[in-house]
């Protein structure tokens, strides 16, 4: 049975690893002439405004979540030789690991492109790296890159 690759989701922080993975996805799509996903998971700011503080208003909170959305989507966009490519950009808010693997089953991905690192280092001694957790529970091939 030959793999063939039809969809591919790749997920994107803003990050250096996260850019090179990108550019792996869209080398990929190129190849095999698939549909990629551009997927940005912003993890809900819970504390962000310290201890003992006010929580943001609804409205604050969504419009600083959008606009770090599009942030990291325009400049990974700007980065990205796109043309030919059949591309779409995803926004999710929640847990990056579930929501990337949410975003892959909805989509029947066939591969999941990551960049090794892009978590902070506190983050990462947590919660363990994001492609790490990708790797064990993703339901479709996961290709880390460096």
């Known amino acids: 049975m030959e793999w063939q690759v039809s969809t591919i989701v790749t997920g994107i922080d803003g990050s250096d690893g996260s850019n090179r993975a990108a550019e792996r996805a869209v080398a990929i799509a190129r190849h095999w002439n698939a549909r990629l996903l551009l997927v940005t998971v912003v993890r ?8 003992g503080g006010a929580p943001p208003s609804p409205e604050a909170l969504s419009a600083a979540l959008v606009e770090g959305h599009q942030k990291v989507l325009a400049e990974t966009e700007g980065q990205l030789d796109l043309d030919g490519i059949d591309y779409q950009t995803v926004e999710e808010l929640g847990d990056p690991v579930s929501r990337l693997i949410a975003v892959c089953e909805i ?7 990551v960049g ?20 064990h529970l993703a339901s479709c091939p996961v290709l880390v890159v460096p």
């Open 44 to 51: 809900t700011p819970e504390g962000w405004w310290g201890i």
């Open 107 to 113: 989509n029947e991905a066939d591969v999941l492109v």
């Open 116 to 135: 090794r690192r892009g978590a902070g280092l506190a983050e990462r001694v947590i919660l363990g790296s994001v492609a790490d957790r990708l790797c």
